[in-house]
């Protein structure tokens, strides 16, 4: 198995643009989250997903960020209007189980916003 | 509101030396402690994790200990290596619900 996939891997764009991270779990993983990684705060969960359907959005920090998960092979995370504060690694992870499962996490996406 | 709280937040050790990471909690309804290594430009991947039922697990080099009284945990690295440089998050979560991460340690060994 490829492991968890995301792209891309850096992405530098200008406040205000949109932004759209992907990600492709595990296949057979029916969970799937979103953190992002800053030095202040480590690792942050936003968002995660059980068979497609959002469970918890409370770490998702404004309305600017939506997440989505179509299908059990795909999800993205979209930051409109994107803000230089933004600016973070987000990375995607998936697994079989909620608590006392390993999380399996892609290599990250690194996000600049100017 | 951190939920797991991570020291020291950077760590430098002579080769064959022992690196000490400490984590603590508030939340007793935490039944599940994970760290996880993270190497630059990569994701973080499960190291060694530990229950509550125990005090001590060891897996080659690395060791968790575990005070439950005190809600404190620390990942013990001996003799370590240059490749054990990384950043080390320890995690908390319990039972059915989400993991909690520390804010990590950054971790060098100098040969």
């Known amino acids: 198995d490829a492991g968890v996939i995301q792209s891309p891997r850096h992405e530098v764009t200008e406040m205000g643009q949109e932004v759209t991270l992907r990600c492709k779990p595990i296949s057979g993983h029916d969970y799937l989250f979103w953190y992002r990684q800053t030095m202040m705060r480590g690792l942050e969960l936003l968002i995660y997903f059980n068979n497609n359907v959002p469970i918890d959005d409370s770490g998702m920090p404004e309305d600017r960020f939506s997440a989505k998960m179509p299908n059990a092979s795909f999800s993205t995370l979209k930051i409109q209007p994107s803000e230089p504060r933004d600016s973070a690694v987000y990375f995607c992870?998936?697994?079989?189980?909620?608590?006392?499962?390993?999380?399996?996490f892609g290599s990250g996406t690194q996000l600049s916003v100017l | 509101q951190q939920q797991v709280k991570q020291s020291p937040q950077s760590l430098i050790v002579q080769k064959g030396g022992i690196s000490i990471i400490n984590c603590a909690y508030e939340?007793?309804?935490?039944?599940?402690f994970p760290w996880y290594q993270q190497f630059p430009g990569k994701g973080p991947a499960l190291l060694i994790a530990?229950?509550?039922?125990?005090s001590e697990k060891k897996e080659g080099r690395f060791t968790i200990s575990f005070n439950k009284s005190a809600k404190q945990f620390s990942l013990h690295i001996m003799d370590s290596q240059p490749g054990d440089s990384a950043t080390y998050f320890c995690?908390?979560?319990?039972?059915?619900?989400?993991?909690?991460f520390g804010t990590g340690t950054s971790l060098t060994v100098i040969p």
């Open positions: 530990i229950r509550p039922d125990v």
């Open positions: 992870a998936s697994s079989t189980g909620l608590a006392n499962e390993k999380l399996f």
């Open positions: 939340n007793t309804a935490f039944d599940y």
């Open positions: 995690a908390a979560t319990p039972a059915g619900n989400q993991f909690y």
